[in-house]
Each structure stands twice: as structure tokens, then as C-alpha cells.
């Protein structure tokens, strides 16, 4: 099993930044991609960015050039610095980290949520 746990959410007013963090610990083999979701009441939960273990990087459109999203793999970490936080960005974010086992079968964890909200 692999425990994911997501630390640094808060409150924080329009054009502030926040930084996410995000660590993976257990029966760890290799951890594929990571990545950052977020969710907003009353709508569907969506990517934000990810990494892959190779260090390559995918931003929605609506975070792209605010967001930049590393990844420590020597650690199982990963993060999320957000600039220019805008009311918008308000949502509960989840770490997502897809393992692959010893017998190349690939499984998704999620970590608790982090709020972030973002005040004008």
C-alpha cells in the first residue's frame, strides 16, 4: 500500500501565492506520473498539472504560467507553487500518485485534500 498526504493548503487573498506539497510513503516500487487535481463545490474534479517520472510537465490551461509543478524523486515528493492565486482557484486539491509494482500493474492513490481558498 502507499499513503499519500498533501500538505500547505490554506486562506489567502487574490494575487497571493501558496505552495502545495505532496508525499508518498509505504511499499513504494516505482511511482509513475504525479499529479495535482483540484475540486470546486458543485463541479467535477479536474486536472491542474502533473509530472512524469521523467520529469515532463502538463498544466491546464486555466493555471498555465501561474502553476509550476516539481517533483523530488529521490524523496516520493512532489509540489505545487501557485502564484497570482486567483478566486477561481478556490477548490480542494488531491495529490495523485500512480505506482507500478513489481508485476508491472499500475494503481492510482489519492491523498486526503488540501483547501485552498483564495478571498478577494
Known amino acids: 500500500q502507499v499513503q499519500v498526504v498533501e500538505s500547505g493548503g490554506g486562506l489567502v487573498q487574490a494575487g497571493e501565492s501558496l505552495r502545495l506539497s505532496c508525499a508518498a510513503s509505504g511499499s513504494i516500487f516505482v511511482i509513475t506520473n504525479m499529479g495535482w487535481y483540484r475540486q470546486a463545490p458543485g463541479k467535477q474534479r479536474e486536472l491542474v498539472a502533473s509530472?512524469?517520472?521523467?520529469?515532463?510537465?502538463n498544466y491546464a490551461g486555466s493555471v498555465k504560467g501561474r502553476f509550476t509543478i516539481a517533483r523530488d524523486g529521490a524523496k516520493n515528493t512532489m509540489y505545487l507553487q501557485m502564484n497570482s492565486l486567483k478566486i477561481e482557484d478556490t477548490a480542494v486539491y488531491y495529490c495523485?500518485?500512480?505506482?507500478?509494482?513489481?508485476?508491472?500493474?499500475?494503481?492510482?492513490?489519492w491523498g486526503q485534500g488540501t483547501q485552498v481558498t483564495v478571498s478577494s
Open positions: 495523485n500518485v500512480r505506482h507500478r509494482n513489481s508485476w508491472a500493474v499500475s494503481s492510482d492513490y
Open positions: 509530472v512524469s517520472s521523467a520529469g515532463a510537465t
